[in-house]
């Protein structure tokens, strides 16, 4: 397999040195250095068998083979990701594809950077990339057929399994957070990121579908393909066009090419508000959207609120015509008050006022009752991932569509062809019959978690501190059975809007109902393909009742 050489890196691949926590994980020397290469870049980019370094002599020499595909479990911009088995331990991994459609433009970037960063950065909230391996001939899909890869090869990067992603998590029918448990996933968020800005990386791409969760609880940074070093005291330009669109703050929005870790703040108070509400709060169709939504709930930027503002480079194009007052507040006044306190200070439009990572983990919200439960405490959930989540919404929306062409034929034949008293004997069609649905997710157990068990290792309830409620209009995968929640009132269609019935005391049985369930919440964008957004096609089913015409 011919892998090209990237040039032109830049500066993608200065990472700080050393970085904490790094005791156990010694400083990258790196070999098989190519000579087209800027220092310090040979690792990732070497033909297969020589991806090796110093500190792990097996990364980059062993082939995909020791792995068996199971299930697909994302499609990313840059590649197929798998959940996979190692053949030897039996140990469960996910395998990130590397995609390299476009020969000529060589080994992505993207995964040159991910691959760098994510070997310096060891953090129980930051997923671990285990090893690097290659596919010299061509490939098979799960299904054992060819799949498709023009190049007859492949790179796959190895990562630890988790179970959900966030945004496939929040999706489930009838999904219900619980105080303690958005507490408990917002604490792990910030220290994660608190890790990643200490040791002067930025994410860059902070969204549900990159935030990882297992079964026991625990919330790991993902995908850090747009991700970079930056320096304090360097005040460079960066490319603008990051962090997908719906959880992009404004300063990106108005042009800006200079900022650092506040961009990822702006993400992490928009999915703590989609958390709290239910639903993303700034689902903007193009840039233009994007920023009026914001301004709308934010209220304008000015030189008061935001010295130099009007400096930002689109800044003019973009201001608003008409006064607009922040309604924060007002639009989330169902919010416990310390929620919403803090909220305010991670949607703060001047980023230098914006509250940093280690400061939202002081906020009262994170010390007062009910506090965060303990990760091993929350309920585990069949796996679900973003990809398979829209894809069983899919499927189910096309056995809706099956069951109500079959129901139109049988009327016609019962109008046309049978005999009246033949109708009810033949039995042959039962509009109302129950469809057999296809049972979405997989079983597989973790290897380290003791003996598959498959889906019987999901609790038939879930603890007092967080459930899940199965609506039977959200068709009927392997889930656990109903389980009314909290205060909730049950039912729910999975995807509340107006005020959720989320505990204004605080009480630790509070809930919020429903979970932002957006059919898909775009990629980000860098060099103008990442910014297409998907169709936030959940249902828009129930939005008579709300106080949130802002959006
Ligand atoms: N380690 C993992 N364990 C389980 N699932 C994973 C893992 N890594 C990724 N996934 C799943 O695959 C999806 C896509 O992964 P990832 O975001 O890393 O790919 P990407 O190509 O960069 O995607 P995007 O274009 O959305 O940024 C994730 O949302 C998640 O559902």
């Not at 011919?2 to 500066?11: R, T, V």
């Not at 899909?141 to 945004?167: A, C, S, W």
């Not at 803090?342 to 506090?371: G, H």
Request: hydrophobic content about 30%; glycine content about 12%.
């Amino acid at each position: 397999m011919h892998i090209p050489f990237l040039a032109n890196l830049g500066d993608a691949f200065t990472l700080p040195s050393p970085v904490s926590h790094s005791h156990n994980h010694p400083k990258i020397s790196i070999s098989g250095r190519s000579p087209e290469l800027p220092s310090g870049v040979a690792m990732a980019i070497a033909a297969p068998g020589q991806l090796n370094t110093t500190e792990s002599p097996t990364w980059g020499s062993r082939s995909v083979d020791c792995f068996e595909k199971l299930e697909q479990i994302g499609e990313g911009t840059y590649g197929q990701v798998y959940m996979a088995r190692e053949i030897r331990t039996g140990e469960i991994v996910a395998l990130k594809k590397i995609r390299m459609d476009n020969e000529r433009e060589g080994f992505p970037i993207t995964a040159i950077r991910e691959i760098k960063i994510l070997k310096k950065l060891h953090h129980e909230n930051v997923i671990k990339l285990k090893e690097i391996v290659t596919s010299p001939g061509p490939e098979k899909d799960e299904q054992g057929r060819p799949d498709g890869n023009k190049y007859k090869g492949g790179i796959y990067m190895v990562f630890e399994y988790m179970d959900h992603d966030l945004t496939g998590l929040a999706d489930r029918p009838g999904m219900r957070f619980s105080v303690p448990q958005i507490k408990c996933y917002m604490r792990q968020l910030l220290t994660g990121l608190h890790y990643c800005h200490v040791n002067q990386v930025l994410h860059r791409d902070i969204k549900g579908s990159n935030l990882l969760i297992d079964n026991e609880g625990n919330l790991k940074l993902a995908d850090f393909g747009l991700a970079r070093s930056f320096s304090n005291d360097h005040n460079g330009n960066l490319t603008n066009r990051v962090i997908t669109l719906w959880y992009r703050p404004p300063e990106l929005l108005l042009g800006t090419t200079k900022y650092g870790p506040a961009v990822d703040m702006w993400s992490v108070g928009c999915i703590f508000a989609e958390l709290l509400h239910g639903k993303p709060i700034f689902p903007g169709k193009d840039e233009a959207k994007q920023l009026s939504k914001i301004f709308e709930l934010c209220g304008a930027p000015d030189e008061i609120n935001w010295p130099g503002v009007s400096k930002i480079p689109w800044y003019n194009n973009f201001k608003p015509t008409r006064p607009l007052k922040r309604r924060l507040r007002e639009a989330f006044r169902h919010f416990d008050r310390h929620a919403l306190e803090l909220l305010e200070k991670m949607l703060t439009l001047d980023p230098s006022q914006r509250i940093s990572a280690k400061d939202a983990l002081d906020a009262e919200y994170f010390w007062i009752d009910p506090l965060p439960c303990d990760p091993k405490s929350l309920p585990k959930y069949e796996a679900s991932h973003e990809f398979q989540t829209k894809k069983k919404r899919q499927q189910q929306r096309q056995h809706d569509e099956a069951a109500k062409r079959q129901k139109i034929q049988h009327q016609q034949q019962q109008h046309s062809r049978l005999p009246p008293p033949m109708q009810q004997q033949s039995g042959q069609m039962r509009p109302n019959a129950p469809m057999q649905l296809v049972a979405g997710g997989h079983h597989y157990g973790k290897a380290r978690g003791g003996p598959s068990s498959g889906s019987s290792r999901y609790p038939q309830g879930g603890n007092s501190s967080g459930g899940y409620n199965h609506h039977p209009n959200r068709g009927s995968g392997p889930y656990p059975p109903p389980q009314a929640y909290g205060r909730g009132s049950g039912g729910i269609s999975g995807y509340v809007v107006g005020p959720p019935n989320y505990s204004q005391g605080g009480g630790s049985g509070g809930s919020y109902s429903g979970a932002g369930s957006a059919g898909g919440r775009g990629n980000a964008a860098m060099g103008g393909n990442r910014g297409q957004q998907y169709n936030n096609n959940n249902n828009n089913n129930n939005n008579n009742n709300n106080n949130n015409n802002w959006q």
